[in-house]
């Protein structure tokens, strides 16, 4: 039988041991190393994913607000487009260097009654060059002795003025104050502008059924306000200057006339004639 050494089992055993252990040291280790290789990649991977996460975050917060400055850039476009008037619309003002006024041949003299429609009959009294905001303008000067007021007016604008009424006109406007008054059932302040109208326009005829329409003759029954009393007011006193100045006659003869063909204070009349004395009738009848 051989001898079995002690020495040399032990040896083998511990060397048996020592293989094994080296070898799962090593299964060990190369587990670790993968497990952490895989590890690595995982937080590479989730690192990635926050990038692409973060970018994409970014990206919508730019198209957000490039979306809300663009909004913000069109409401102001379009506020401002609502302002703004259309070039179409738009009226550019031409400008025009005048230095002198259209030249106009006079029609009037110095010395002649004219009619100026706002404010009656008036004198020319001159005739005047100005300059007026560097520009020459050639004006007639008018006087208006019952307002105790003048007033200008430019040559290149005498058609706003009318020659004084021709007696055939004359004998017209008494034979429209002796026809019947047209009076309309409208409202008073509708017909007061009516009223009004024809008393600026400065038309003679016109003037004349003013007075007849207004006028209450006598009668003293009839109440009338103070804003058609002071119409017919004017339009009376208008059309009796101008009477006055184309007939030749003195105030109190005209108006006669005028309260004659009005058929107005007959009964002062009458008293008059019946308060005269016989020696004044008779002077008079020799004088015709």
């Not at 587990?31 to 989730?46: D, Q, S």
């Not at 406007?173 to 409202?187: F, G, T």
Request: charged letters at 40%; proline letters at 2%.
């Amino acid at each position: 039988m051989k001898k079995i050494s002690l020495i040399n089992t032990l040896k083998k055993t511990f060397k048996a041991k020592k293989v094994t252990d080296k070898k799962k040291n090593l299964k060990v280790s190369k587990k670790l190393k993968k497990n952490k290789a895989i590890k690595i990649k995982k937080t590479k991977a989730a690192v990635k994913t926050k990038k692409i996460k973060i970018q994409k975050n970014d990206q919508k917060t730019v198209i957000k607000k490039k979306s809300s400055k663009n909004e913000k850039k069109d409401n102001s476009e379009a506020n401002s487009n609502l302002l703004r008037i259309p070039k179409s619309s738009e009226q550019k003002p031409e400008i025009k260097k005048v230095k002198k006024q259209d030249t106009e041949k006079k029609e009037y003299k110095v010395k002649d009654y004219v009619v100026y429609p706002k404010h009656g009959v008036g004198q020319i009294t001159e005739f005047k060059k100005m300059n007026i905001g560097g520009i020459e303008i050639e004006t007639y000067i008018l006087k208006f002795e019952k307002d105790k007021a003048s007033g200008m007016v430019p040559v290149n604008k005498q058609s706003h003025l009318r020659p004084l009424a021709t007696i055939n006109q004359v004998n017209k406007c008494i034979s429209i104050l002796k026809s019947k008054p047209k009076i309309k059932r409208s409202m008073w302040s509708r017909r007061a502008q009516e009223y009004e109208a024809k008393i600026s326009s400065g038309k003679i005829y016109e003037l004349a059924e003013v007075v007849r329409d207004l006028n209450k003759g006598d009668d003293l029954m009839v109440d009338q306000s103070y804003s058609e009393r002071q119409l017919f007011e004017k339009a009376y006193e208008r059309i009796l200057t101008e009477f006055q100045i184309v007939l030749n006659f003195s105030m109190e003869d005209t108006q006669k006339k005028l309260d004659k063909a009005l058929k107005r204070n007959l009964e002062k009349q009458t008293q008059k004639i019946e308060n005269k004395p016989v020696e004044e009738e008779i002077s008079e009848e020799v004088a015709k």
